[in-house]
């Protein structure tokens, strides 16, 4: 089995990359590199424990403000006289208390190390979309998010602590604003009232610093643990291949044994199979391969999906089908020439194996059709090409008689063009023909315009025509004492100039009485041999006529133009 082989290199690469990946080196390495600095590691646990511990403090601070604000607002709601502002301090009150809440919550973040927030956060039970798509898109969406939080909480907290920063000189300038109108007034009750409006702002200062204390330190903190690019990037695929990619190569391994399991089970079905055996039911046959092929192919991607289900990797399977999805939306426009490709496939198409077919101008023989279909031409030199199978589409083959010529010549034949070229064929491609011509030089056509030219192949035998015309006197001798000593002549002479092995026959017939003279046609056939000295003979054979009418006495005669003129008509008188 060569496929099976052939891919065992590719996949123990692919085995001991997930090894590496998800059994990393040992940890005594990483312990040594972490004990190198012990000094540094311990003041820099001092320090972020000293920052925590006056974090805290301030919190706390903030804590018992806010918790005297809240009974300040008790005390005064029980003793509004309206309803109005009994409600607007209740308000008020509402607010303190959700701050509280706030202050409770940093408090144990940072006292914990927990972020609270993501310990009590439950898996959410609506969507903003339909519960079909969020079954599909929601798990994709919460990975990317959290993928996504780390910048984004860090931005999240530049942003308030920029927030806050811009506000604290207000808070800190609206006191000391009070305080100037306190020591210019003598007004004991608008000095009282000044004075709680000034603890209020003094308040609202020690918030905002508690506030931006907590940001800031959770800040630093967040920008401590920010690793190299390279770390970054090792944990990041070491935490993918532990997960995702794991199933994801579990996945792959799973595909690639089912699809080279399916196609072994395949060449041993057309090895012990008598229908395959036989080469009959070719109908039958290709319909099966057709119907196994479409098996194999949804056999592997069910197996590699059933790992992703068994595996629990909803996100990956998710993303699987949004992708099968996309593939079989896209091909449904594309319908119509799948099912041509598949009438192709089981031998029903417009080109059918063992036909032939014309492509780029030259007949081809199709060999077996797959989704790469060999086309074949016996007289081409590298006359093999492969097509796929969309190329066949828009051709059409037809059956073919076993004495059809596949080209009109072989290599080292000898051919005439319909543009007068003579010459020997050196090379015929599917893409060029070369011939050599006398003296040396070489002429190359396209292949297709090669055909075009009409070739005559002179290798195969030809036959050489030639009119030849005597005078009228003699006439008596014309039809068979001059041909007769004619051919003698012709065949002596042709014999002696070393032709006479190629002469296959040769024939001198009286043609016809024409307007001066008295015409013998000579048809000399020779054999395939003599195609080199085609033009040689061609010149010969009236060279010898000329020479047997100086032997002879025959008379050669040439175009005679008679002039008649008409009698003058009479001159009128005058």
């Not at 097509?387 to 010549?409: A, I, M, T, Y």
């Amino acid at each position: 089995m060569r496929t099976s082989q052939g891919n065992r290199i590719p996949l123990m690469v692919l085995c001991l990359g997930l090894c590496l990946f998800l059994f990393p080196g040992p940890k005594n390495a990483r312990a040594e590199s972490k004990e190198s600095k012990p000094n540094a590691a311990i003041e820099r646990t001092h320090r972020d424990t000293t920052a925590a511990l006056n974090t805290l403090s301030a919190i706390l601070r903030s804590m018992d403000a806010v918790q005297n604000q809240i009974k300040d607002k008790d005390k005064e709601s029980q003793a509004a006289q309206t309803q109005n502002k009994k409600i607007r301090i209740e308000n008020q009150r509402n607010e303190l208390a959700a701050h509280l809440d706030v202050l409770r919550k940093n408090f144990e973040e940072i006292a914990t190390g927990v972020d609270m927030e993501a310990f009590a956060a439950r898996p959410r039970e609506d969507f903003e979309w339909t519960k079909e798509v969020q079954d599909i898109l929601g798990p994709i969406l919460h990975e990317i998010k959290g993928m996504t939080a780390r910048p984004r909480e860090i931005e999240k907290l530049r942003s308030e602590e920029a927030y806050f920063k811009e506000r604290l000189p207000i808070a800190e300038n609206a006191p000391q604003a009070i305080q100037g109108l306190m020591d210019k007034t003598k007004d004991q009750k608008l000095q009282a009232r000044l004075a709680g409006l000034r603890q209020t702002w003094l308040d609202r200062k020690q918030e905002l610093l508690s506030r931006l204390a907590v940001v800031q330190y959770q800040l630093d903190k967040k920008l401590q643990e920010k690793k190299s690019l390279v770390e970054s990037a090792q944990s990041l695929l070491r935490g993918f291949f532990k997960t995702r990619g794991k199933n994801l190569a579990l996945s792959f391994l799973a595909l690639v044994f089912v699809l080279l399991l399916l196609r072994f089970f395949h060449r041993i079905i057309h090895k012990i199979s008598p229908i395959h055996k036989s080469g009959k039911h070719l109908i039958y046959v290709r319909l099966f391969d057709v119907a196994y092929e479409v098996f194999t192919f949804a056999g592997a991607i069910g197996a590699a999906l059933l790992v992703l289900y068994v595996s629990g990797d909803w996100v990956l399977l998710a993303l699987a089908g949004i992708l099968l999805f996309g593939v079989a939306w896209t091909a449904r426009h594309s319908l119509p020439r799948f099912w041509d490709q598949v009438k192709l496939l089981t031998n029903f198409g417009t080109v059918r194996k063992d036909e032939r077919v014309m492509y780029n101008g030259l007949p081809w023989r199709v060999g077996p059709i797959n989704l790469f279909t060999y086309l074949k031409n016996p007289e081409l030199t590298g006359g093999t090409l492969r097509l796929p199978l969309k190329e066949l589409q828009d051709l059409r083959s037809r059956p073919f008689h076993p004495g059809e010529p596949w080209f009109p010549c072989k290599k080292d034949d000898w051919v005439i063009l319909a543009d007068e070229t003579w010459g020997k064929v050196i090379t015929q491609t599917p893409e060029v023909v070369r011939l050599l011509l006398l003296g040396g030089s070489r002429k190359t056509y396209p292949a297709p315009d090669f055909l075009q030219q009409n070739p005559t192949n002179l290798s195969t035998g030809f036959r050489l025509k030639l009119t030849f015309g005597i005078d009228y006197q003699h006439q008596a001798v014309s039809t068979r004492e001059i041909p007769k000593a004619l051919e003698e002549m012709l065949v002596s002479e042709l014999t002696r100039q070393g032709h006479g092995d190629v002469l296959a026959e040769l024939r001198v017939e009286f043609k016809e009485a024409g307007a001066s003279s008295l015409d013998l046609e000579i048809l000399a056939d020779f054999s395939g041999r003599a195609a080199p000295d085609y033009m040689r003979l061609s010149r010969a054979i009236p060279g010898i006529a000329v020479d047997a009418c100086n032997k002879y006495g025959w008379v050669i005669p040439f175009t005679q133009i008679t002039l008649h003129t008409a009698n003058p008509a009479p001159e009128k008188a005058s």
